[in-house]
């Protein structure tokens, strides 16, 4: 494994190019929030649009061949991206937003008033308030697993969460709070011992490289393409193809039908079930473009360089926090069972005030519950600042984050 630069990374993507501001360079630390795109993404995205714009599946044209050739290469990239069995297990949607509410849309259909779907405190809003609308439409009951102090899904907690009528446990896969990494083994062997399966929220996984779904166990795995250096407005929901065949579609529309009359209609097989209408079929090509990328880098070296600079962030927070406790890490303390993303909190500070006053500096952070207000409340925070980090984030990012901390506390105080 060799030391990774960031520096021709970084030169890769053409918002580094020049500054934010005249004379203020943009140190970009909002990646949990979405990651920049290279210059061969949005090439991908335009040369389709230039040579090969048509609609999908229905024509017979050579434009429309060729559409429907690039957007089901897209769909066989991201199936060998998250080494699924088949690339028909890979249902496009508008991104993990849409991927988790068609997961409790038509996996919600099989279940009945009483079975339980487990979830985590530590959710996105995208992975809670979905299942809050099929427990109110439908009766199924919504069981949580607390964080553990460190911000892990506690996976202690299952053998009191997880009953017999468990149908599901849905958590996220990375905490986009806390970055910490959930431990999907636990998940999955609590889950199997009650005929119960796994949905997987990747959103925050994905950016750091590929993801094995099978010997992950889960069942259902949601993503962003927007997260991994891709187009947004796409994303998709992985499904294994025996579940997906059972569950039945969420929209309907063009596309995602066999045979229409004025009475009835029957449905496509899945991926197409569940694709109802246009697709984001320029957006779907950039994605398999954005892991084209990502698979030329050495991840292991990139994980290498990106420990390094959240050590020295971690660091840099201990020693702004002088011992007195004033800077708090919400989230794993160390490198163990984590990636690249820091929250903490400042005491008598609100994130978006941090979070404007390191915008004077170039840096960009992300402030406020993170979509996550069930978990802030738990941990007695109205928010946090979260520093996230991407292989072209430098030691002069994290230079400009701590010294604008500095600058910050010091006014602050
Ligand atoms: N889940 C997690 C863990 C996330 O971080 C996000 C994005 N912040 C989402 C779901 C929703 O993703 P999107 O807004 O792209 O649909």
Known sequence: MGKFDPAPVRAQFPIFSAPLRPGVALHYLDNAATSQMPAVVMDAVRAHDATRRANVKRGVHTLAERATDAFEAAR???????????????????????????????????????????????????????????????????????????????????????????????????????GAITDVAAITRAAREVGARVLLDGSQRVSHGPVDVQTLGCDLYALSSHKMFGPNGVGALWGKAELLAQMPPFLGGGEMIRTVTLDRTTYAKPPHRFEAGTPPIAQAVGLGAAIDWMNTLDHGAVATHLGALTQRILKGLADLGGGNGRVRVVGPPGLHGRVPVVSFAVDGAHPHDICQMLDAHGVALRGGHHCAQPFMESCGLGGTTRASLAPYNDDGDVDALLNGLEDALAKLS
């Open 76 to 178: 066989a990239k991201l199936a060998r991206f998250l080494n699924a069995a088949d690339p028909d297990e890979i249902v496009f949607t508008s991104g993990a937003t849409g991927a988790l509410n068609l997961a409790a849309n038509s996996f919600g259909a099989l279940l009945k008033a009483g079975d339980e779907v487990v979830l985590s405190v530590l959710e996105h809003h995208s992975n809670l308030v979905p299942w809050q609308m099929l427990r109110d439409r439908s009766g199924v009951v919504l069981r949580f697993l607390p964080a553990t102090a460190e911000g892990h899904v506690d996976v202690g907690a299952l053998g009191r969460t997880v009953t017999q009528r468990t149908k599901l446990i849905a958590v996220t896969h990375v905490s986009n709070v806390t």
